[in-house]
C-alpha cells in the first residue's frame, strides 16, 4: 500500500517509514550525476510531521534548483562550431576536464549554499553524496551512458562543438568521463567531512577544452593587438595594409572557429593554404600572406609562429633576391630618360638614389631643409615621416663631383624650398613612389628585359660598390639603414650573388700561397727562385736557365 502527501511517500515494504522524493529538472540532471530525483528518509514519524518536513524540503530544493538554474544559464555560442576530433588523445583529455569543470562550477555554488544553512543540512548532503558516489561507481562498472551522455550534450551547447564520437571512440570516453565522475564524487565526499579544500579540485584553463571561450586569443583580436603596438611607436597601419590582415584574419578565424591562436596546428596551416589557393592566390602571394600570419602569430605565441614558418611553401623563386643595375644599365636608364625629357626630375631621382643607397621613398619624402648644399658637397638627412625603421633615420654625406647638372638640380631646388619632388603624389592608399616607379620601370624594360633589375636595384648596386670598394661593414650598413648583419647580407650581400669580378680578389691571394709552397720546396736546391733580383742586377747579370718550379705535391 502506497501513501502519498505532496513529496512524501509511506510504503509497507520501508517498514511504516516516510520517504521524501523530487524530481530534478531534466535541465540540471548533468549536474546531479545524471539523477532523475532527489530521495530523503524522513524515518517512522507521524503524517502531520511528515507533511510539514516534506514541504519544507521542497521548498528548500526548489531554491536550490532556481538559483542553479541562474547561476549556469546556458551560454549560447556563436560563429562557427568546432569539431573535436576524438581520436586526437590530447583533445579528448580536454573534453573530460572541461566536463569536470563545469561540475566543480556547481559544487562551489552549493558549498556556499550550505555554508548559509543549517548544520543538519550538512548531514543530508552527506548522505546524497554518498548516494552519489555509488551511483558513480555503478555506472564506471558498467560503462553507463546514463551519467555521461547528457553531459556530452551540455557541453556540445554550452561552447558550440560538435563532438565527433566514432564507434570505437564513443566507450573509451564514457569510460573516461564516468572514471572522472567518481574520483570527483569521491573528492566531494572529503570536502562536506573537512578533508579537502574545494579549491583543489579546480580545473586550470590549460587543461580545457583549447576553445576561446575559456582559455586564449581569438584570431580577430591579433589586428587589434598589432596596432596597438605600432601605435606605441608612433605608428599606423596604411589603408590597404590593413585591409589586408583583416581578411588574413577573417580567413583564420573561419579555421579556426572557436579555437584560439594559441593552439594553432599544422592541419589549421593546410587548411588555410588550400583556401588560399582556391581562391586563385599564386606562390609569391601566399608567401607574402604567411609572412604576415607568422608576425602576427608571433604577438601571442611564438610556438604557432613557428608552425606557420614551417608550413611555408618552399620555392626557388622565393629566395632569389633583387639584383644591382649593372653599370651599363644605369648609363643607358640616364640616356634614355635624358633623350626624352632633358635632366628632369626622373634622372634626379635615379642619382639620388645611386648616390645615397636610399629607398625610393625616402628620396620622394625629401625636403629642402634636409638637404645642406656646399658646392660640390652636400648632406642628406633622412628623417622623414615614414622611415622603414629606426636605423633608417640616418644622414649621408653626397659628393657631386662631376656631376654639374645635379648640382644645379639641387640648388635650383633648394631655392625654391618645400619638397624635392613636388610633383610627387602618395596615390589611394597613402603609398609614395607607385607612378615613379612604374614610369621609370616602364622605361627599364625596354633596355633590360630581366625583371630582377628594377628601380629599387639602385639600392643593391650601391651596396655592392661599397663592398668592392673596401668600405668598412659597419658604414655599409649605416649607409643604407639597415639594423644588423642579416638583414643587409641576406638581401643586399648574398655571397650566392658575388661575380667573377668579386671573386677576382682571391686570384693573388692563392696565387702567392702556392708559390710560397713552391719556394719552400725548392728554397735548398735553388735560392735563386726564392726572390727575384733587381731589375738592373738582373740586366747585369749572365743568362741563366733556372730549374722549372714543380707542382704541389
Not at 171 to 187: G, M, T, W
Request: proline content about 5%; hydrophobic content about 45%; overall charge positive.
Amino acid at each position: 500500500m502506497t501513501e502519498t502527501i505532496q513529496n512524501v511517500t509511506m510504503d509497507s515494504k520501508t517498514r511504516g517509514r516516510y520517504v521524501f522524493q523530487m524530481r530534478i529538472p531534466s535541465s540540471l540532471r548533468t549536474h546531479f550525476s545524471g539523477r532523475a530525483s532527489v530521495r530523503k528518509v524522513l524515518g517512522r514519524i507521524s503524517a502531520s510531521e511528515a507533511r510539514e518536513r516534506g514541504a519544507a524540503l521542497a521548498t528548500e530544493w526548489r531554491a536550490r534548483f532556481a538559483k542553479l538554474k541562474a547561476r549556469i544559464a546556458p551560454l549560447v555560442a556563436s560563429g562557427p562550431r568546432v569539431v573535436l576530433e576524438l581520436s586526437d588523445a590530447p583533445e579528448r583529455a580536454r573534453l573530460v576536464a572541461t566536463c569536470r569543470a563545469l561540475k566543480v562550477e556547481v559544487l562551489h555554488v552549493h558549498l556556499a549554499a550550505l555554508r548559509a544553512s543549517p548544520d543538519t543540512n550538512w548531514t543530508q548532503e552527506e548522505e546524497l553524496a554518498q548516494s552519489a558516489l555509488a551511483d558513480c561507481r555503478k555506472a564506471a562498472r558498467s560503462g553507463s551512458r546514463v551519467a555521461a551522455m547528457p553531459l556530452l550534450d551540455e557541453i556540445e551547447a554550452r561552447y558550440s562543438v560538435i563532438i565527433d564520437a566514432q564507434t570505437r571512440e564513443l566507450p573509451a570516453l564514457i569510460d573516461a568521463v564516468n572514471a572522472d565522475a567518481v574520483l570527483l564524487a569521491e573528492a566531494w565526499f572529503d570536502v562536506l567531512q573537512g578533508r579537502r579544500a574545494l579549491a583543489t579540485l579546480a580545473v586550470h584553463p590549460q587543461e580545457m577544452l583549447a576553445l576561446t571561450r575559456i582559455a586564449g586569443t581569438r584570431a580577430s583580436a591579433l589586428l587589434d593587438l598589432h596596432e596597438a603596438r605600432l601605435a606605441a611607436v608612433g605608428k599606423s597601419l596604411l589603408r590597404d595594409t590593413r585591409q589586408k590582415y583583416v581578411a588574413l584574419t577573417t580567413a583564420l578565424g573561419t579555421i579556426l572557429g572557436e579555437r584560439p591562436v594559441e593552439h594553432l596546428a599544422k592541419r589549421h596551416v593546410s587548411a588555410l593554404l588550400a583556401h588560399w589557393r582556391e581562391c586563385g592566390n599564386g606562390t609569391k602571394t601566399i608567401l607574402d600572406k604567411m609572412g604576415a600570419l607568422a608576425m602576427l602569430v608571433s604577438l601571442v605565441s611564438e610556438r604557432a609562429a613557428a608552425v606557420v614558418r614551417a608550413a611555408r611553401p618552399q620555392t626557388a623563386a622565393a629566395s632569389t633576391p633583387r639584383d644591382p643595375m649593372p653599370r651599363s644599365t644605369l648609363r643607358a636608364l640616364r640616356n634614355r630618360l635624358i633623350a626624352h625629357g632633358g635632366y628632369s626630375d626622373d634622372v634626379a631621382l635615379v642619382d639620388l638614389m645611386s648616390l645615397t643607397g636610399a629607398r625610393l621613398g625616402e628620396i620622394l619624402q625629401l625636403q629642402a631643409h634636409q638637404v645642406v648644399l656646399n658646392g660640390v658637397q652636400a648632406v642628406v638627412v633622412f628623417d622623414g615621416p615614414r622611415m622603414k625603421t629606426s636605423a633608417s633615420r640616418r644622414q649621408i654625406p653626397v659628393l657631386l663631383e662631376g656631376l654639374p647638372a645635379l648640382q644645379a638640380w639641387l640648388a635650383e631646388r633648394l631655392a625654391q624650398g618645400g619638397a624635392l619632388f613636388p610633383a610627387a603624389r602618395p596615390d589611394a592608399r597613402g603609398r609614395l613612389g607607385n607612378a615613379e616607379s612604374k614610369r621609370i620601370n616602364r622605361a627599364l624594360r625596354a633596355l633590360c628585359p630581366d625583371r630582377h633589375i628594377v628601380l629599387e636595384s639602385t639600392r643593391n648596386a650601391a651596396a655592392r660598390t661599397l663592398r668592392r670598394g673596401g668600405v668598412d661593414p659597419r658604414v655599409r650598413r649605416r649607409a643604407l639603414g639597415h639594423r644588423d648583419v642579416d638583414v643587409h647580407e641576406q638581401h643586399y650581400d648574398p655571397a650566392a650573388r658575388l661575380d667573377d669580378e668579386d671573386l677576382a680578389s682571391a686570384a693573388p691571394v692563392l696565387n702567392a700561397a702556392l708559390r710560397a709552397a713552391c719556394e719552400s720546396r725548392h728554397e735548398s736546391a735553388n735560392p735563386a727562385v726564392l726572390t727575384a733580383p733587381p731589375p738592373d742586377a738582373a740586366r747585369d747579370a749572365p743568362a741563366t736557365s733556372p730549374a722549372p718550379c714543380a707542382g704541389p705535391g
